[in-house]
């Protein structure tokens, strides 16, 4: 008998690679953070020696689920303006409030309130673009989830930093500060074609190479981002990001909402990879990614949540539901994006696009025991005739029980374990009083 | 001080009508099953002498929501087949597992476990399409859930009846049955125009006048609908049944996803009501309905989940979320479809497309004290800045914590009153097993 850590025995283990497939009766054995081995219950238990066994009798277990794209941090805006014309939404609302609130406490804060939301919610990776992303990466860390912090560069000035040198400058320095953390990874995150110059982004391109990591960037959001870089540079976005040189298997362009035929076969490729943010994208009547069109050309699609100001959740098992469900009313076909499609989305290819899909995003051996089991015992999801489909379809954010990541349990039967659930609520509640207070007298700004 | 049977107060409560309207610090007074009041709630203290209290800290207490199209009883097939054309998910699923299995029995199980979750998710209302409608309002009284169910009529015979002419009969007998019942409406169901001739629609028609109940059926859901009705009628469905004179403030008219401009505003005019049900319509790749443009045109838009087979959930808090997010996409605009708007079409709008707005759907004086509150305290709705905004764009029907019908406190923190869980879910369990027996094996059919 071999002692390992911890033997997790579940009703369904969903690997997600092989893809589509389902072990019934089935054990993960977890040993120093990673997986030891996946097979059979009656064969785990023959073989190995827990120092701690859970047995899910009704639940499915999953890879952990990587958000792919976020802005975490802004949690704390979560409502505070809807249902307005976009301009007027960032114009009155949301980029006052950034200019008059982030800070390296509004940080900490917001991203706690996210990683406590997503960690319940059966997230245990997540890829940001932000402000104080070294904040970010500390609050991460603080909390055990699995996070990849953008090295954020924008044109303009804010209290983070003052030109594109200084943020490069600042990024390099976040690279280096989490260069040797288990759970906190790095990307560039230049923030959208329209907002940075030519020259920021050919260094970015030599140094995301330099450095081995990728490049988050949102690409073809709005029709007016496209029309306005016709009229600037001549060409569409992703023609002056392919000139620049990148267009690679680094790029993880987020929502590729206005994409035509050639420009999808120009990303397959090119090997990038797809973010898609279905329900930001709705929500802000952005516009319809072709997801089936570009896997079928074999590009790989992650997906993400966006933030919490326009989605207004970080759940992504319901963005994963979002996805499937739009996947084929974009498509015209109810047998595009199926349900294992989507999970695998929301996992495995968040993983590789992350450049990170050797330590996750399914569940193999040699990989992170990041694991989340879902409880399709209850009502809401009975009766189970397959459970893929059942947890995509049917499942339910708040049916998530227990998560894992890098085999420590940080959400035991719902309750979180390294988040102190009241003193979140409780600054959440304190931010909210000062944010609401200026959003209505009309956002001053500080910088 | 006046006797009164319940208070409830609430940190917010959400009438509906006026409309985006939020009360804070208010109650409700209900006596009788029946609302007296909505005041402030210092007002109510010195007021009302309550037999039983409730203080709702954290919440948002918002009527309850009606589920405008659903087959309850289809809950027993949640996930049986999914991401499949829509004609071999008929022909090799759903239909042979309709012909196998639909009974009285069937019926009873499958709408309790629907009723179950509907109430657990905030649903005091569902109006019903399916067979053996007597035993959906049996399983609706025995739950005490508000029920409209569906005196169906297809041309083509099943275990409930054999021919146009009995169906008809049957359901008269069911109206006749419900007749005294407070919790149970009935309309009239004709399936589909592709479904149902002429001559028992033109009686339906005069009987739905003679028994003062609404017309219930689905409309222009598919392409094909409309392609076959041209070759068969020479006219569109909607023309058809506009010719056979069921365009009235009576006709539900479900799905709508394929619908010119001048279809548009003869809905209009007539004064029918549209059931949108977005995710099935997303799920089974139907089309896109125009809600923004029917609401600018008048057009009452109620929303409804469809059944469990083509959702995979009884969750009108989702639906609420999903057309206020797909209906911003399909109109390009992020202003379209406001939050209070979708919630309005998932109470005050359904019940006024059942005729039953003078019963239930908002909360106001003198109506039926159908209830529900959403505790909004918990992390995942942090910080609050607006309840409405709140409830539709991040709310999760697990948040639902208390639900009264008709003044019956039917959940209670969570707990279901009426509803034995266990046994519903071993029903649910032992239906699966003979269920998924036979779709492996090809569907046998026993008519």
Not at 394 to 400: F, K, L
Request: proline residues 5%; charged residues 25%.
């Amino acid at each position: 008998m071999q002692p390992i850590d911890t033997l997790i025995k579940a009703r369904w283990i969903i690997p997600v690679e092989p893809d589509d497939v389902v072990y019934d009766q089935h054990a993960v054995a977890v040993h120093e953070g990673r997986i030891l081995d996946v097979l059979p219950a009656t064969e785990a238990e023959s073989r190995f020696q827990p120092a701690v066994s859970h047995t899910l009798s009704e639940h499915a277990l999953i890879p952990g689920l990587v958000n792919s794209h976020t802005h975490a941090a802004m949690t704390l805006f979560r409502g505070l303006a809807d249902d307005l014309p976009l301009m007027e939404w960032l114009n009155d609302h949301i980029w006052p409030a950034e200019r008059r609130w982030i800070s390296d406490e509004f940080v900490q804060d917001g991203v706690r309130l996210a990683a406590a939301e997503m960690l319940r919610g059966g997230t245990t990776c997540f890829n940001d673009m932000y402000f104080f992303p070294d904040d970010t990466g500390r609050a991460a860390t603080a909390v055990g989830v699995r996070a990849v912090v953008g090295l954020i560069v924008i044109d303009f000035p804010t209290v983070w930093a003052r030109d594109a040198d200084e943020y490069l400058m600042k990024g390099l320095d976040v690279h280096d500060q989490f260069r040797a953390d288990p759970l906190v990874h790095t990307a560039f995150a230049p923030h959208a074609p329209y907002t940075v110059a030519d020259a920021p982004l050919e260094r970015i391109g030599v140094l995301a190479e330099e450095l081995d990591i990728p490049i988050h960037m949102h690409v073809h959001e709005t029709d007016d981002e496209i029309r306005s870089s016709l009229e600037s540079h001549g060409k569409r976005p992703l023609a002056r990001l392919d000139d620049i040189g990148l267009l690679s298997p680094r790029l993880m362009a987020v929502h590729m909402t206005h994409v035509e035929e050639a420009e999808i076969a120009r990303v397959a490729d090119c090997n990038a990879s797809v973010v898609h943010a279905p329900e930001s994208n709705l929500k802000l009547a952005s516009g319809f990614c072709p997801v089936s069109r570009f896997q079928q050309l074999g590009v790989n699609v992650a997906l993400g949540t966006d933030g919490a100001a326009s989605n207004n959740d970080l759940d992504m098992l319901s963005e994963t539901r979002t996805a499937a469900l739009l996947g084929k009313a974009v498509a015209g076909s109810p047998s595009a994006i199926a349900a294992h499609t989507s999970l695998r989305m929301a996992t495995l290819n968040g993983a590789r696009a992350l450049g990170i899909d050797h330590i996750t995003g399914s569940l193999e051996a040699g990989k992170s025991a990041d694991m989340v089991a879902i409880d399709l015992g209850q009502l809401e999801t009975q009766p189970v005739y397959h459970p893929i489909s059942q947890v995509v379809y049917a499942g339910n954010r708040r049916q998530v029980s227990d998560v894992w990541v890098a085999g420590r349990h940080v959400l035991k039967d719902r309750a979180l374990v390294t988040v102190d659930e009241a003193a979140v609520i409780a600054k959440a509640k304190a931010w909210r009083e000062r944010i609401w207070e200026a959003d209505r007298h009309g956002g001053e700004c500080d910088w």
